[in-house]
């Protein structure tokens, strides 16, 4: 590797690594809002957050891989272009493509790092997070007692009044999702209604994981089924335990979203699982291996829209590049939904758009490279000035003739 390419290598690092660190913790803010407010019910909310955060990031760094590298090879090429030393190293002879090299070889390790992650971290990341989710649901058992307010814990509805200085809890009212069968052996959904004037939480030894159960006095309960009020009982204690075990949660793989590329491939004829469709199997692989290839052909596009012969500096081609990616993503979604529902094949919705997409990249490198002339943003760059002069010179002659008079 040559001293030019070591000098270039090292500005497009630093440029694409700083990037990816700020891409995600602007994408992380927002969820975070989320998680802070699933975790105030949780009995270690420290932990559970983390666990969550760090289950959370490989999706996240998925999205931020691809828009650090573009606009990380778009930032650098544009300093080297107003520094002069783009222009200093063709003049010497060095080529645009040998100059595009150190962002190849950046791409080529973050296109395999892109498979890793969205064929494994990604994958095994969402089944933790939304098994860490079951768990702090769980947890909320206890946590759903407090004062004035009302919690959701799986198929219940808890509310729960002041503590006791006995410390006992109470009133108490506990609404149930339940199932039954009517007289025709159909089954039928109802509703359950628990009250009791107070309840204390014991937590028994020998149930799995010490789950809570809630002990409950002077309280009535009654169901109704089709609308008709029916078993109603007085009691005068009674026991309500946790929904359900907080260890148990089913198997990874209920969705194509939670199953690695390695079994996805094993199941791209259908045969492995009956609980993803054949079609939205390959389809999710097709996309997945795509947002690799699309790594690859992002230098190729970066370099021109980073290219300014000037010394005035220039955002369209990071604005330019923005839209780009954010408009490719949407449409490689929408392809991977006609492939998923069997409109198109698979590979065809998701492919034909990376087949476009390698055309532009080669017809738009070709002419910056091996054609003279202005830089392709050069041009969109005088056409925004131009569209920005003209309506600010009709902003201020509107201004001028609108003005009232000052004489009387």
């Not at 089944?127 to 219940?156: C, I, M, P, W």
């Not at 596009?301 to 993503?329: E, H, K, M």
Request: charged share 15%.
């Amino acid at each position: 590797m040559g001293r030019l390419n070591r000098y270039i290598l090292k500005k497009a690092s630093t440029s694409v690594g700083g990037l990816v660190v700020f891409a995600c913790c602007v994408l992380l803010m927002e969820r975070l809002l989320r998680i802070f407010e699933i975790v105030t019910n949780s009995t270690n909310p420290a932990s559970d957050a983390t666990n969550m955060i760090v289950n959370l990031l490989p999706y996240y760094l998925g999205m931020a891989v691809p828009m650090a590298l573009l606009l990380g090879t778009i930032i650098t090429v544009d300093r080297l272009s107003k520094s002069s030393e783009l222009t200093a190293a063709l003049g010497a002879g060095v080529s645009l493509f040998h100059m595009t090299k150190p962002f190849l070889w950046l791409a080529i390790f973050l296109a395999g790092l892109t498979m890793f992650i969205e064929g494994y971290m990604q994958p095994v990341g969402r089944y933790n997070y939304r098994q860490v989710l079951h768990v702090v649901k769980q947890q909320s058992f206890t946590a759903a007692l407090r004062e004035g307010t009302f919690t959701e814990v799986g198929d219940r509805t808890f509310f729960a009044g002041t503590d006791s200085p006995d410390g006992s809890i109470g009133p108490i009212f506990i609404y149930e999702i339940i199932e039954d069968v009517n007289g025709k052996g159909e089954p039928v959904k109802g509703y359950r209604f628990t009250s009791a004037n107070k309840g204390e939480i014991t937590i028994r030894d020998n149930a799995q994981t010490g789950a809570p159960v809630l002990n409950l006095a002077e309280g009535i309960n009654f169901n109704v089924l089709n609308g008709t009020l029916s078993g109603q009982l007085s009691v005068e204690k009674t026991i309500i335990s946790a929904p359900t075990s907080q260890t148990e949660y089913r198997a990874r793989g209920d969705d194509e979203r939670e199953m690695t590329s390695l079994e996805l491939f094993a199941n791209r004829k259908g045969t492995d699982t009956t609980k993803i469709d054949k079609n939205t199997n390959n389809a999710a692989l097709h996309l997945r291996l795509s947002k690799a290839a699309l790594i690859l052909l992002l230098p190729f596009i970066a370099v021109p829209f980073g290219l300014n012969y000037g010394r005035n500096p220039s955002s369209a081609g990071i604005f330019v590049g923005v839209v780009f990616l954010v408009s490719l993503q949407k449409a490689l979604e929408f392809g991977q939904s006609l492939g998923a529902a069997g409109k198109v094949p698979p590979w065809l919705g998701i492919w034909g758009i990376i087949g476009v997409v390698a055309v532009f990249a080669f017809v738009l490198f070709w002419k910056s490279a091996y054609k003279m002339g202005q830089p392709p943003l050069t041009s969109f760059s005088h056409w925004v000035g131009h569209i920005k002069g003209e309506l600010l010179g009709a902003l201020k002659k509107l201004t001028r003739d609108r003005r009232i008079p000052q004489d009387v």
